[in-house]
Nanobody, 129 residues
């Protein structure tokens, strides 16, 4: 059974940092793009960042560029999202997702949530002003 389990969320003041982790189990994720999405109250779930199976290709939504960094470990079982200079607008539930990529696509083309097959349960990030 495939499981994606997020951790690392919490309450932080504006300007602070958090590091989210996503532990993947139940199958081999070597051919999967791994991504983070977020959903704020009353809003649609939106793309945040994605990383290719090799780790060599990444892509970010514009509002987080230069502040967030996505990475994955060499075993490709854990994905991280380092979030720096957090803002109140970053407050949301953050979801980890895995999408099958057999064509070795560029990460910039892997931002649609419909392309992700597996999802975690989410972790709350709250940034106070």
């Amino acid at each position: 059974q495939v499981q994606l389990v997020e951790s690392g969320g919490g309450l932080v003041q504006a300007g602070g940092s958090l590091r989210l982790s996503c532990a993947a189990s139940g199958r081999t994720f070597t051919s999967y793009h791994m991504a983070w999405f977020r959903q704020a109250p009353g809003k649609e779930r939106e793309f945040v960042a994605t990383i290719s199976w090799s780790g060599r290709s990444t892509y970010y939504t514009e509002p987080v560029k230069g502040r967030f960094t996505i990475s994955r470990d060499s075993a490709r079982t854990t994905v991280y999202l380092q979030m720096n200079s957090l803002k109140p607008d970053d407050t949301a539930v953050y979801y980890c997702a895995a999408g099958l990529d057999l064509d070795y696509r560029s990460s910039s083309t892997f931002t649609n949530r419909g392309e992700y097959n597996y999802w975690g349960q989410g972790t709350q990030v709250t940034v106070s002003s």
